[in-house]
């Protein structure tokens, strides 16, 4: 069975830092391309972070500088580091997977496609003093 599971959402202070796993079983991430996106109530899923199997990355604009994504093969988990975090971070966050010859950039899956064939579970975040 194919399968994401999320883990390190919770409640942080403005200004604050966490760290979102994503953990692949039944298949190696080394072949996928791997995108966080979140979801805030009555707002559209945004892409905010893609990574290719080559290592070129897309970030959204609202998280340049400030998120970084990363893949641990032999961990076979990927991982998004979000610092200095903002109240408009809020949302619900989801990893998700698109094998590598299905998608043409990292653009696509994060602007066009967002989303992979592949889903987490969904982690809250949520940034508020």
């Known amino acids: 069975q194919l399968q994401l599971v999320e883990s390190g959402g919770g409640l942080v202070q403005p200004g604050g830092s966490l760290r979102l796993s994503c953990t692949a079983s039944g298949f190696t991430l080394d072949s996928y391309a791997i995108g966080w996106f979140r979801q805030a109530p009555g707002k559209e899923r945004e892409g905010v972070s893609c990574?290719?199997?080559?290592?070129?990355?897309y970030y959204a604009d609202s998280v340049k500088g400030r998120f970084t994504g990363s893949v641990d093969n032999a961990k076979n988990t990927a991982y998004l580091q979000m610092n200095s975090l903002k109240p408009e971070d809020t949302g619900v966050y989801y990893c998700?997977?698109?094998?590598?010859?299905?998608?043409?950039?990292?653009?696509?899956?994060?602007?066009?496609?967002?989303?992979?064939?592949?889903w987490g579970q969904g982690t809250q975040v949520t940034v508020s003093s």
């Open positions: 990574i290719s199997t080559t290592g070129d990355k």
């Open positions: 998700a997977a698109v094998p590598r010859l299905r998608i043409r950039t990292v653009q696509v899956m994060c602007v066009i496609k967002k989303g992979g064939d592949y």
